[in-house]
């Protein structure tokens, strides 16, 4: 595609519910990382995919969140049992590793609201 | 630990001004330092990125210096417009794959 996609733009669910929500980076980009923004708040990193490394966690903020990359290209990050703390935009980036300077291109976002 | 400070948090300038924007970082160990644009509701958009051993960049009437001794970067923009209202974010890319963003400050340029 001519950009990073991200479905659904907007998501709203009960507290407790489970929610999953797609990255569709640009083509051939082979790094993908997810950023949660909270109202207010300036962007957090989540998680971090190249290739096919194992993906650097370190920022999910709870087990309760997780996210896969099927065949190197599109990402589902899931949140389970959804509290209401996690209402934010989830924001997904994606990069080539072949341009050398790690420039990310930014999706639209999926707005999370829990209620 | 890295963080990202950006300075001021909020800005409201008259159309035509030319204006600065300030971005310091704690650790000058740093891949690349990119500057982005969020307009409300919407995604990031990319305006610069400095590579590390670079000083500055150029888009239009954007420019963007690095300074990494120092961990500061400034955003120029000149001859502010209506259309430039939006939130500018720096981000510092380290070791490890992790960006580290800056809160953002929020510009209006009052017609």
């Known amino acids: 595609g001519a950009g990073v996609s991200q479905s659904p733009s907007n998501k709203v669910t009960e507290k407790g519910k489970d929610v999953e929500l797609r990255c569709d980076p640009i083509?051939?980009?082979?790094?993908l990382y997810w950023y949660r923004q909270s109202l207010g708040q300036g962007l957090e990193f989540l998680i971090y995919?190249?290739?096919?490394?194992?993906?650097?966690k370190s920022g999910l903020p709870s087990d309760r969140f997780s996210a896969e990359r099927t065949g190197g290209s599109v990402s589902t990050l899931t949140i389970q049992r959804t509290q209401q703390e996690d209402s934010a935009v989830y924001l997904c980036?994606?990069?080539?590793?072949?341009?050398?300077?790690?420039?990310?291109?930014f999706g639209p976002g999926t707005r999370l609201t829990v209620t | 630990k890295q963080e990202v400070t950006q300075i001021p948090a909020a800005l409201s300038v008259p159309e035509g001004e030319n204006l600065v924007l300030n971005c310091s970082f704690t650790?000058?160990?740093?891949?690349?330092l990119q500057w982005f644009r969020q307009d409300p509701g919407k995604g990031l958009t990319s305006l610069l990125l400095?590579?590390?051993?670079?000083r500055e960049q150029t888009s239009g009437r954007l420019n963007a210096s690095l300074d990494k001794s120092s961990g500061r970067s400034t955003l120029y923009i000149a001859a502010s417009q209506p259309g430039d209202s939006a939130t500018y974010l720096c981000?510092?890319?380290?070791?490890?794959?992790?960006?580290?963003f800056g809160a953002g400050t929020r510009l209006f340029v009052k017609a």
């Open positions: 980036a994606s990069s080539s590793p072949w341009t050398g300077n790690y420039e990310q291109y």
């Open positions: 083509s051939g980009h082979t790094a």
């Open positions: 995919f190249q290739g096919n490394s194992a993906p650097d």
């Open positions: 650790d000058s160990a740093i891949y690349n």
């Open positions: 400095i590579q590390s051993s670079q």
């Open positions: 981000a510092v890319y380290t070791g490890g794959f992790k960006t580290i």
